[in-house]
């Protein structure tokens, strides 16, 4: 796919602090590129240097091949929806819609058009009349989609646009995105602290932390292979066993916590020696009796979420060694585990990544 979007060495500074690092990205045409982190890592700022809205200190925007850095925001051919809707109260839905549109100079006949395609879009036409208080935050969320479609930018930036919303509304909304997205097949790039909404929506996810990039992926590489200890902790739940890595002579790899030996398997990348840390998801641990366990440890808490149940264990029982840690195991339906219940805990180590860093 051809390059919508790039950044070089793009950064921020205030003052003294920055708040983004020198940056190389690189979006494509029609991607859509979630800049995901928890608050003070960049990411917005990133996203209001591409708008234009912040000028960077350092480095290089390109959009279509060309240098955008000093460009106007009006110039760059994007579009924009924000958390707050930024909706005019005293204006009608269609009106809202439409004033984009006429700040653009859209000749007449093409501007009813144009506002009734992007409020079918967003399965909103039987609202056009209506003023913004009038309706709910999800439709009010629907009407600044609508505006910032209706002139068919290539670019569409979204700060963090369902953070006002319930859970249950968000999560509808964030299926109506992904259907938006593949509709107008523009390139979206997106901003949220919520590790659930990044995956849902993305074709990638970027990570930040630190005012720099974490790491980029797919969002199964992030979630299944993460490349830091902060990704793998910040993307899903995550059970991490401290220990010192320990090559065999059959070329396996261990990792020792405490006193037991946690398997790893072959592989020629890992570290031969050295202080590590194995991730394992609850959805890939199973309870066991202890004496079948890659690690033993008593059930702390039972918790019950739904579709499964939760288990926490707690290890440093014995002669484990992990004094003080929680494992979590996500059981299936049919299973009920006790708290006080001495258990076993083991999973397909082919499923769980080391970590060195």
């Not at 091949?65 to 106007?72: N, Q, S």
């Not at 992904?178 to 107008?184: C, F, K, V, W």
């Not at 004496?291 to 484990?320: H, K, M, P, Y």
Request: neutral net charge; contains cysteine; aromatic residues 6%.
């Amino acid at each position: 796919m051809s390059t919508k979007l790039e950044t070089m060495g793009l950064a921020k500074t205030y003052r003294e602090t920055p708040a983004l690092l020198p940056t190389d990205l690189r979006v494509a045409a029609g991607e859509f590129l979630t800049l995901l982190g928890p608050s003070g890592s960049g990411k917005t700022t990133l996203l209001q240097m591409i708008s234009g809205l912040v000028e960077p200190s350092a480095g290089q925007l390109l959009i279509d091949g060309r240098d955008a850095t000093h460009e106007a925001p009006g110039k760059r051919g994007i579009g924009m929806v924000f958390q707050s809707y930024a909706l005019f109260p005293h204006m009608t839905v269609w009106d809202n819609v439409a004033y984009g549109l006429r700040m653009r100079k859209l000749p007449r006949a093409e501007l009813a058009p144009a506002v009734d395609a992007a409020l079918a879009m967003v399965k909103m036409q039987a609202f056009a009349q209506r003023l913004p208080s009038e309706l709910s935050g999800g439709q009010q969320q629907r009407i600044a989609l609508a505006r910032c479609f209706a002139f068919r930018p290539s670019i569409i930036l979204l700060d963090e646009p369902l953070g006002a919303l319930d859970k249950k509304l968000r999560e509808h909304m964030q299926l109506e995105i992904r259907r938006l997205h593949q509709e107008l097949g523009a390139t979206f790039i997106y901003v949220t602290h919520d590790q659930d909404e990044a995956l849902t929506l993305s074709d990638r996810i970027c990570l930040m932390n630190q005012a720099r990039i974490e790491q980029i992926g797919t969002p199964s590489q992030l979630y299944d292979r993460p490349a830091t200890r902060f990704a793998a902790d910040f993307l899903g739940h995550s059970n991490l066993l401290d220990g010192v890595v320990e090559r065999m002579d059959d070329g396996r790899v261990a990792l020792r916590v405490g006193e037991r030996w946690v398997p790893i398997g072959p592989s020629p990348d890992l570290p031969a020696a050295g202080e590590a840390s194995l991730l394992v998801r609850p959805e890939a641990a199973r309870l066991t009796s202890p004496e079948d366990g890659t690690l033993a440890g008593t059930i702390r808490q039972v918790v019950f979420v739904g579709s499964d149940t939760r288990a926490i264990v707690s290890l440093g029982q014995g002669n484990d060694g992990a004094q003080g840690a929680d494992f979590t195991v996500r059981c299936p339906r049919d299973l009920t585990p006790r708290v006080g219940e001495r258990v076993g805990l083991a999973w397909d180590h082919g499923r769980a990544t080391l970590l060195t860093r």
